[in-house]
């Protein structure tokens, strides 16, 4: 056996039944959209064995782009579990064969429940096809297992139909990527969707700032106690002037200057790069790394709220 040639004749079965079933997609399709976006309720996604595993990806999938969705396992549902289902939901059952005894045995209860009932199977004739309100049928092909029984091709198939309709939801809905953050906080994704310079800059008593007046060995002392890298200058309004970074400083020292009778007007970078509040933390990161700066004032029309490092907004996991 050529392994290598083994694996790809898997890809290209699976690839077939894809193709296939992509180009057998008609009004059903449409219609079976139309009842999600529709729905007054919840999406509900049962099946039974390897379909159940795909129902719960698509439940996942359903949820996360903007359609409310759980998996109601079919064995649990007939011990009580049908209880979460109402007349306002919509309830799809995915069963190859559309014979699945877990499956069929919930049916009649779906349907004195009130629910919409959706069938996805390869069985026109088969017990959930007839007692679907809509069903999709899909077209014939091969599973890509030896045997031609382990569900490979049709778990495939199915995958990719539930993307279809969550996906083309999502933009039914007009669902955009701050939608999407609100849904995914904890995932680097979501972070760089929802978190905002505001939210991880350093202000009040821990942000460095001193005013024009003060003298370099002062600056010295903010930099050294804050330990940001950077010390604001400001005016008696707050508004910006410049900063001094470690580096400034640095190269000062190196230059033999007396901090004693220096001020900081004397050595401060006027016109610094800066970044609102309001803007995303991604984009001061971005900022950041295209300017070569560890680190930002933050101001509001002019005035210092306070200062962003790139240190901390990779370390709760925002990366480009």
């Not at 009842?35 to 996360?64: L, N, R």
């Not at 390869?122 to 899909?138: C, E, G, K, R, Y």
């Not at 005013?211 to 910006?240: H, P, T």
Request: aromatic fraction near 6%.
């Amino acid at each position: 056996m050529d392994k290598l040639v083994e694996g790809k004749r898997v890809f290209d079965i699976e690839i077939e039944a894809l193709k296939k079933t992509r180009d057998a997609l008609n009004d059903t399709f449409v219609n079976i959209l139309d009842m999600v976006t529709g729905c007054k309720g919840k999406v509900i996604i049962t099946g039974m064995g390897k379909p159940g595993h795909i129902g719960e990806k698509m439940a996942a999938t359903f949820s996360s782009l903007g359609t409310p969705s759980f998996f109601l396992h079919p064995g649990e549902a007939m011990h009580g579990d049908l209880g979460m289902v109402s007349e306002n939901d919509l309830v799809i059952a995915i069963s190859y064969s559309g014979e699945s005894d877990e499956i069929v045995r919930i049916l009649p209860n779906i349907k004195m429940i009130g629910a919409i009932l959706v069938g996805m199977t390869a069985n026109a004739n088969s017990t959930l096809a007839q007692a679907s309100d809509i069903v999709q049928v899909f077209p014939k092909f091969d599973e890509a297992c030896y045997l031609g029984l382990a569900p490979t091709s049709s778990t495939t198939v199915e995958l990719c139909y539930g993307d279809a309709l969550a996906v083309v939801a999502s933009g039914v809905y007009g669902f955009k990527d701050a939608d999407f953050g609100k849904f995914h906080p904890a995932g680097s994704l979501g972070k760089k969707l929802i978190l905002k310079v505001r939210d991880l800059m350093a202000k009040n008593d821990d942000d460095a700032r001193i005013n024009m007046e003060a003298s370099l060995k002062d600056a010295i002392v903010e930099l050294s106690k804050k330990g940001l890298g950077v010390v604001s200058v400001v005016d008696r309004m707050g508004k910006l002037e410049g900063i001094i970074t470690d580096g400034d400083l640095r190269r000062q020292l190196e230059k033999g200057i007396d901090i004693y009778k220096l001020h900081v007007q004397d050595i401060m970078t006027r016109f610094p790069f800066t970044i609102g509040p309001e803007k995303l933390a991604v984009e001061a990161l971005s900022t950041m790394k295209s300017k070569n700066v560890s680190c930002m004032p933050v101001v509001d029309n002019g005035i210092l709220v306070g200062t962003i490092k790139m240190h901390d907004i990779i370390g709760i996991g925002i990366v480009l």
